[in-house]
């Protein structure tokens, strides 16, 4: 009659009730169910940091591994909560830092749930002392260079290490606690030491009080002991000095460690201690107001040395100029001491050690009076010799000879010449000796023979002036002997003998033995008509040329005639006429093989030029009166052009032929007009024009072709004939050789041919 505790149920599902009458066995499902659900505990995360830290530290961060997003994490000290719980992130947790002792563990809820975790593990804080704190004592100050001042701690504990600093800088290393007071030694670098003690086992540390203070007192400054040396007896002695000074120091004189004169306040300079005569080692030494004492650099040595022993300059004397001189010496010398010779106040070469014995300082060539001074070579003391040497010197005079001839060195074969001398500084009794040839001929001061051609005639002259240098003179003639020629000439005409009338022609000669300046006279029919090596004129037909030479050579026989030139002079050239014939060869489709063409010319002159052209375009090479061709095509114009090379101004012809079908072979010359085109001017110098009608009244295209007689092109262009008229400059570009140029003018069908002439 009262509820059913059916109890506590772990599986998950939907419970039902089932209920059944035990008597009768009649069962019913009772209304509703009953759900069972098992909630997950929060995830078990791992606790770290902890661990101990120095009294008056930070402390130390307590913290988990890893967090669960929506999870509250409760930190606990023993069972004490601290502070308020942390909300999981789903990554590490950090508690903060934890100052208090103890050990720390946390607990996760689901607040949802409710459902609780403690997080594996815990961690534990302690707090380690830090070092009793003693006192930094010592310090104080003392002189630089001296061992400094000691630095204490009043107390010390065993296990601490005890480092002392010099502001922020180690100063050596630390020192072991040993329950008494610590000595960090003698310091010698000025500044404020302070103390800082570390516990071995834990590490804290702790700042000791007070610290200890050096100063270091600078020493006088150190200058410099200047001055000294050795003098010469009975000299002022050696000055002392000290480089430099401070106002507030005073210096004392120090001669062999024993104080010599009155102290002396620094001034800011140079501080002079006097002269000194007693030998011995001079020392400074400076105190400063802090009784600070410091010895000057270096020292001042003074010693007294002897001067050099007196002996006698000996020597000197005249001499020839240019000799060797004459001696100068000294009567005596001592070893360790050097002898200076001086010519009035200049030194000459360098000091001569002494001997022991008599000393020479050579041969002297510089006039003047000469005298010496000894210098002890350790010391430097100098003491004059007695007494002076005088060098003179007597001027030297310099012989000479020379030959002298009427006929000078060139004469004519079979000429009788006579030699004469002129002499300077002979002396009352001077030699000669005449030689011809390095055979001696003759010793008086004349000479007289008929020479041959490069004879040597010498003359030597002996001096007996006095100091004549060299003693004797020389003097040589070559002679030239000239042979006895008669001379030559002839003569040639450029550019002939035949010429046209008009031209100008050059006679040019050509001579032996005219001499230096050989003259000419030049006669046309006998008449006088020019006096230079050539001579051009205008000639009339019969003229005849000759030239007189009259030789400039001094051994001339006569005078010299040339040949005759006799003048043939032309009026005009002659215009060649060219007529073309061919003989065929085999002809087969159209074209004719080995045809040979040959061109007959009248009035072509001594010389006749050819050049051969196919359809207008010249044949490389084909330049000789007959033409062999083995390709001509029915219907080829050949054309044969002809200059008859007159010297009167070349004339040309040309003939044309049209090839044709063996069996029809009768040739016509081909009139090729293009209209009345003309080349002007002609000749030229390679600017001309091309003008005229092409007997037509419509535009029409022309082709220009020029080459020269090898056939090789110089120039080629296409010009519009405007309304049929052709108007066209040509300028050829490149500087041609003058000479006969063929010039093409093509139009249609038609063609013509001019040649051109290039005079530059």
């Known amino acids: 009659g009262l509820p059913v505790d059916l109890g506590v149920e772990t599986f998950v599902g939907a419970y039902t009730v089932v209920a059944t009458n035990a008597t009768t066995g009649c069962s019913s499902n009772m209304s509703d169910s009953a759900v069972v659900s098992i909630n997950p505990l929060p995830s078990l995360d791992t606790m770290t940091g902890g661990g101990s830290y120095c009294a008056g530290g930070a402390g130390l961060h307590v913290a988990l591994n890893s967090s669960t997003t929506g999870i509250h994490y409760q930190l606990f000290r023993g069972t004490t909560p601290v502070g308020a719980p942390f909300t999981g992130t789903g990554g590490a947790l950090d508690f903060g830092t934890q100052t208090v002792a103890g050990t720390y563990k946390a607990v996760a809820t689901n607040t949802a749930t409710g459902c609780t975790s403690n997080m594996v593990g815990t961690v534990s804080v302690a707090v380690n002392a830090l070092p009793v704190v003693y006192n930094v004592i010592g310090g104080g100050s003392y002189c630089a260079g001296g061992t400094g001042v000691l630095v204490k701690l009043d107390g010390s504990d065993a296990g601490v290490n005890y480092q002392l600093y010099r502001g922020t800088a180690l100063v050596g290393s630390a020192l072991a606690g040993t329950g008494a007071s610590l000595s960090f030694g003698l310091q010698t670098t000025a500044g404020a030491y302070t103390v800082i003690a570390t516990n071995g086992t834990t590490t804290c540390s702790q700042n000791m009080t007070g610290s200890a203070s050096i100063t270091i007192n600078p020493l006088p400054s150190a200058y ?282 050059t006679f040019s000669s ?18 006088p008509s020019g006096t230079a090596s050539t001579f051009s004129y205008v000639p009339t037909d019969g003229d005849v040329v000759f030239c007189t030479l009259t030789s400039s050579y001094a051994c001339i026989t006569g005078t010299a005639g040339s040949n005759d030139i006799h003048m043939n002079v032309q009026a005009a050239g002659v215009t060649p006429t060219v007529n073309v014939t061919i003989k065929p060869g085999v002809y087969v489709a159209g074209v004719v093989y080995n045809d040979t063409l040959r061109a007959d010319v009248v009035g072509g002159g001594i010389d006749p030029s050819y050049q051969w052209a196919i359809n207008g375009v010249p044949v490389v090479g084909a330049t000789s009166n007959t033409f062999y061709e083995n390709n001509l095509s029915v219907g080829d114009a050949v054309t044969c052009y002809v200059v008859n090379n007159n010297p009167c ?36 110098k390679g600017v001309f024009m091309i003008k005229g009608s092409l007997g037509t009244t419509v535009d029409e295209e022309v082709s220009l072709e020029m080459t020269d007689m090898l056939g090789q092109i110089i120039y080629s262009s296409k010009v519009l004939a405007t309304n049929g008229e052709l108007n066209e400059r040509i300028q050829l570009v490149n500087a041609l050789a003058n000479g006969m140029y063929i010039l093409s003018v093509r139009s249609g069908n038609e063609s013509k041919v001019f040649h051109v002439v290039i005079e530059q």
Not at 431 to 454: C, E, I
């Open 224 to 505: 410099t002991v200047t001055g000294g040396g050795s003098y010469c007896a009975g000299g002022a002695g050696e000055d002392i000095s000290l480089s430099s000074s401070d106002a507030g120091v005073t210096y004392r004189l120090y001669k062999d460690s024993v104080a010599t004169g009155s102290p002396v306040a620094g001034s800011g300079s140079l501080i002079d201690f006097g002269m000194h005569t007693a030998a011995g080692n001079y020392t400074v030494v400076a105190t400063n107001g802090s009784g600070c004492v410091s010895g000057m650099t270096s020292s001042a040595t003074v010693s007294v040395n002897a001067l050099p022993a007196v002996y006698t300059v000996t020597g000197g004397g005249s001499y020839c100029a240019g000799s060797a001189g004459v001696a100068v010496g000294l009567s005596n010398s001592d070893s360790f001491t050097n002898y200076q010779l001086y010519n009035a106040t200049t030194a000459l070469g360098t000091a001569v050690a002494g001997t022991n014995t008599t000393l020479s300082f050579g041969l002297e060539t510089l006039a003047g009076s000469y005298t010496v001074v000894a210098t002890n070579a350790s010391s430097g003391c100098m003491s004059n010799m007695a007494g002076s040497a005088t060098v003179v010197i007597t001027p030297t005079v310099v012989p000479s000879v020379t030959i002298s001839s009427g006929s000078g060195d060139t004469v004519c074969a079979g000429t009788l010449v006579s030699y004469s001398l002129a002499t300077a500084n002979p002396g009352s009794t001077p030699t000669y000796q005449w030689k011809l040839n390095d055979s001696v001929v003759s010793l008086g001061t004349a000479f007289s023979y008929v020479p041959a051609n490069g004879d040597q005639v010498t003359i030597t002259m002996v001096s007996s002036a006095t100091c004549a240098v060299p003693a004797s003179a020389t003097d040589t003639v070559v002679m030239t002997v000239r042979a006895n020629l008669t001379p030559t000439i002839s003569i040639t005409v450029s550019p002939r003998d035949t010429v046209c009338a008009g031209k100008i022609v």
């Open 649 to 684: 101004g070349p004339m040309t012809a040309s003939s044309t032929i049209i090839v044709s079908v063996p069996g029809n072979v009768a040739v016509k010359a081909v009139v090729a007009n293009v209209g009345d085109i003309q080349v002007v001017p002609n000749p030229n």
């Open 510 to 527: 050509s001579i032996t033995n005219g001499g230096s300046a050989p003259s000419y006279v030049w006669t046309v029919g006998g008449t």
